[in-house]
Structures are given as C-alpha cells and as structure tokens.
C-alpha cells in the first residue's frame, strides 16, 4: 500500500503521517517519485492504519496495490541503482563482466585465469572458496585460504572479487577479504543469510533459486535491503525445467521482467544456465543483447581438470573471443564492454 501526498502537502503534514505510523509500531518507506512525495506502508501493522490514514490532512489517496517489496520496487524508486566497486560500476551504461573459476583450487591456478581474464577485459574477478556442492564428496572447496587467493590477485589485477557466502556465520570472514558477497541459487531462500548479508556494508550477488519464480527473488533482495543494504544485484542463472538438453533454462525474459519490477542491476549467469562450454557465448550475447548489466563467467585455465564445473568452464582463449563478442553486442544496444588492455598478453 502506497499513501500519495497531495502535492502542496506541507512538511508538518507528512511528518504527522509519518508519526502516526511509527507510534503504532508499522513500518514505512517515506520516497519522492518523481516531485511525488509518498509513503509505503511496509507491513500489516502499518497497512492497517490505512482508512485513519486515508483522512488526514495533505493525503491525496492510498494505493492498494502496490508490490509487496517496497525497498527495491521501481513503484518506489524510478532511477537505477547504480553499484560502484572499485573500477567497476554495475546498473550503468557498461555491461560488467566478472569472470574467473567456479572454485578456486591453487594459487597457480587463480593466478593464470585472474592475469588471463583482466587481459582479455574482464571487470571483476569471480571464484568460490565456499561451495555448495550438491554431493557431501565433491570438493567442498578452500575456504580462508580461498579467500585469501581472491584478496591477493584482486589486488595484483585491479580486479573487484566477487565470491559465495553460504553460511549467517561466515559473513564476517568473507566480507573481510571480498568486495562483494555472492548468495547462490540454492541459499536464495537462506533467510537468516539475506538477513546477515543485509546487516553489512558489502554489495550483494543475488542468484536466483533453481525453482524459484521472480516475485521470489524480488522479495528475496528485500530481506537484504530492508536489512539495510541498498548494494544489490539480482542474478539470472537458469531454472530448473523439463528439459534436459542444458543443465538449466536460462530464463531471458527475467531480465526485462526484473528491470521493470525493481530499480536493481540485473545480470545473467550464462555458465550455470548452459551446463556446457559451447553454448555460453550464445547464451552470452543473448544476455548482452536483452539488456543485462553485466554477465558472470566461468573460466579454467585447464577446464578438463578443474575440481568443479569443468565442462561448463570456458577457456581462456574462449573467454577472450566471448569478451569480443560481448562488446560487439552491446555497442549494437547502445552499451560497451570494457576494451582487453592493450599491451596485455592474453
Ligand atoms: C557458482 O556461481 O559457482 C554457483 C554455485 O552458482 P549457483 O548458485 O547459481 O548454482
Ligand atoms: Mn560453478
């Protein structure tokens, strides 16, 4: 429920609604859309103010139907959130691209795929050290000393870190190494984790559940930012349907969807939707194409080794060519992809 103020509504007036509601105890988001003041009315206790409301002086009228996410609802908030991590700023006019390993294995291995990716023009480097891997005996992963890899090729590269968070309990560690924190399709629903990840100051990744439906996600990354973290990026990475020929089925019509619903980036996992290292690029360029700010990668310097989701992984020379085709798709839609550095050896 959304109270519209009159126009000519005086401070004095909104403040009084706006005590009116926190002295019965109701949540609210006070917001200005467009010249338009208004005040959502957040959860029952508020929304059952509503008729008293709907009589007080500068009240224009009360909304009923506004979407039960109010924090990352574009009916709250018409600009784009804009998220700015070091060199990189996600929701703008570049398509951010983050790539590295599903997990990180050896200092060897990171340090080739890190200096690789950032020469080909990756903007962020991606790479698990916490995995949720659906079988107790496949590599669980590297846990600090993970973290400690990412912390030190982010600085040798430039590269922002982005890496999964999978318990409440280790969001302190992981902030203290990443810059942003990744919660994975299947703690999407973890709500003591959004909670956690709400009540730190680090941007948060946001993958989209294996069955879950948009309006999931939605109120998902309002746990996060009713928590009191605005810094959210949503993620499209393949749901779980009846067919078999990809490991998941990259839904694209999230992304219109999501960027009309919510005022957050939207970016698209083109490795878990595929399964398979020969349909990401097309994946890619199709996530390019309807309007992603940013993809994320997966890349192996030895795909055929790698500890975890090889076969999806693309490799380095792969990831070079889908950088090329990345730019050349978003200068088709009005956005860049940044440029492979000049001098680099890729
Ligand atoms: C990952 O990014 O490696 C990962 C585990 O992704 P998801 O949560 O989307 O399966
Ligand atoms: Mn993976």
Known sequence: MIVALKPDCSLKERAAVVRFVEQRGGRLLVTVLGNQPQIGLVDAAARALAPEISKMAGVAEILEAAPPYPHVSREYQAEATEIRMGGAV???????????????????????????????????????????RSSPYSFQGLGEE???????????????????????????????????????????????????????????????????????????????????????????????????????????????????????????????????????????????????????????NEPEKALSDGPQSLTLEGFAAVMDEIRAVAAAVGRYAQEAPRDAAR
């Open 90 to 132: 996600i929701g703008a006019e570049e398509i951010v691209v983050m790539a590295g390993p599903c997990s990180v294995e050896s200092k060897a291995q990171l340090e080739a795929i890190a200096r690789s990716v950032a020469a080909s023009g990756a903007r962020m480097l991606r790479g698990g050290a916490f995995k949720p």
């Open 146 to 300: 993970g973290l400690a890899l990412l912390a030190s090729m982010s600085v040798e590269t430039a590269m922002p870190v982005v890496t999964e968070v999978v318990a409440p309990e280790d969001v302190g560690l992981v902030s203290s190494y990443a810059d942003m924190l990744q919660i994975g399709a299947r703690n999407m629903q973890n709500f003591r984790l959004l909670s956690a990840a709400g009540e730190q100051e680090r941007p948060v990744l946001l993958k989209r559940g294996l069955a879950s439906t948009l309006e999931e996600l939605l109120l998902a990354a309002e746990y996060v930012v009713s928590s009191g973290n605005p810094r959210v990026v949503l993620c499209e990475r393949g749901i779980r349907t009846f067919e078999t020929a990809t490991r998941n089925t990259l839904d694209v019509s999230a992304v219109p969807v999501l960027k009309q619903r919510t005022h957050l980036p939207v970016i698209v996992d083109p490795s878990h939707a595929a399964g398979d290292r020969v349909l990401v690029p097309h994946l890619a360029r199709a996530a390019a194409a309807c309007g992603a700010d940013g993809l994320l990668i997966e890349v192996h």
